[in-house]
């Protein structure tokens, strides 16, 4: 791409000026790393030991009875979930750059447990924000990082969510950055972070590719993946981008549509498409999913929506709770409630050889799927 960290109108630094000597080093930390390969034996090495890795791909045989569906199977990684690739990848980085602090965000929990357990394997001392009503919310995930060694700090001001552990997050690194890694959670903020998250995620990809070309022989017609941040799907998409017969569908939930109802904005960093009003106020998110209630997403996304390569569709929570229902009586797999919603958009695809990321295990939500009701 052309100038890095610029993904055709979005993207960018939008940071306080005292961030930008940080962003440098990290940068150039990372650019370094790329070139060094023992810094990609290390990650393979401990994606193979300890996360994983290679994770399945499994024939999907009733879920979908018109198509030929194959599921890659992130729910198989330690933790539940592709978040982990991006938090070992980045504790490897912070270890290069001399950092032994790690801040992070969270929302669910989901981010914060795949950093706790990464900072635990490392020995680093692990800070995660999390907002005050998101702690009430999400109690096992705060227990869980605490039984991994993690500070947890709630925020209580304005939402008490996401949005405000982010800045709360940015704030802590601002001041402590000389001993400090702030480990962001997804594809977004400034750069160098999208590009970071979209190569540690892009090993979704690269062996989903080779999977499918071993049993098909042949590249799939769509490869759908649930976009909240954006990190799942771009780690997928990344692989199959310059293969122009592959559709990628990404998949929001009808109340967290950054990319199919938001505006170009500024949300922690970069300039991407987010929900906001006309004056640039950021909305709330609404989802049953707390993985994809995010108001924004990754620049990136919003570049490859503009360009036509990709395309963005929505699902509602009842749409992603059936679809969920679905693959756990059809295919023996209770799938997160993030990745039912890019399941839920399967059966509409004028496709035959499908491709879905089931970005994790949905253990975590049987408490929203059960309240629901039987379908
Ligand atoms: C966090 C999460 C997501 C959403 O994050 P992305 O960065 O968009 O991938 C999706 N699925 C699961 C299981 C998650 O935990």
């Known amino acids: 791409m052309r100038t890095p960290g610029v993904y055709g109108a979005y993207g960018g630094r939008y940071v306080p000026e005292t961030l ?11 650019r370094a790393a790329v070139d060094d390969q023992s810094f990609a ?38 933790t539940g979930a592709h978040k982990l690739n991006n938090a070992l990848g980045q504790a490897v980085l ?47 995930n705060v227990e869980r990082m605490h039984l991994l060694g993690a500070d947890v700090r709630p925020v209580e001001f304005g939402t008490r969510t996401l949005k405000e552990a982010t800045s709360e997050a940015i704030r802590d690194w601002i001041a402590n950055v000389d001993t400090t890694h702030y480990l962001i ?13 979209r190569e540690l995620q892009s090993v979704i990809g690269q062996e989903a590719r080779e999977q499918i ?65 006309e004056d640039g106020q950021i909305a709330d998110a609404h989802s049953i999913s707390a993985g994809l209630d995010y108001p924004g997403v990754g620049p990136e996304h919003a570049f490859l929506r503009d360009s036509g390569r990709a395309s963005y569709v929505t699902a509602t929570d009842e749409e992603a709770v059936a679809a969920f229902r679905r693959l756990a009586r059809t295919e023996g797999i209770l799938p997160a409630l993030e990745s039912s919603h890019a399941l839920a958009r399967v059966a509409d695809l004028d496709a035959e050889l499908v491709l879905v990321c089931l970005s994790g295990r949905g253990d975590k939500d049987l408490a929203g799927v059960v309240a629901r009701g039987a379908s």
Not at 218 to 246: M, W, Y
Not at 249 to 277: F, N, Q, Y
Request: charged fraction near 25%.
């Open 185 to 197: 959670g997804s594809s977004v903020g400034p750069h160098p972070y999208p590009e970071i998250v």
């Open 94 to 140: 912070a270890r290069r750059l001399g950092k032994r602090r790690i801040v992070a965000e969270t929302g669910a929990g989901q981010h914060g447990v795949a950093t706790a357990t990464a900072c635990a394997r490392f020995g680093f001392e692990c800070v995660v924000y999390m907002g005050a009503e998101d702690m009430r919310r999400q109690r096992p």
């Open 20 to 30: 930008i000597p940080a962003l440098d080093e990290l940068e150039a930390g990372w």
């Open 213 to 277: 070309l071993a049993v098909e022989e042949r590249l799939p017609d769509a490869v759908v993946a649930c976009v909240g941040g954006g990190s799942n799907a771009i780690g997928i998409f990344s692989t199959f981008v310059a293969d122009q017969e592959v559709r990628l569908v990404g998949v929001e939930a009808a109340g967290a549509a950054s990319l199919g109802s938001g505006r170009a904005a500024v949300l922690h960093g970069s300039r991407s498409s987010v929900l906001a009003d």
């Open 41 to 78: 034996a290390e990650i393979v090495e401990l994606g193979r030991t300890f996360a994983g890795r290679p994770t399945p791909l499994t024939r999907a045989h009733s879920f979908a009875r018109d198509k030929r569906l194959y599921l890659k199977r992130e729910d198989l990684l330690h």
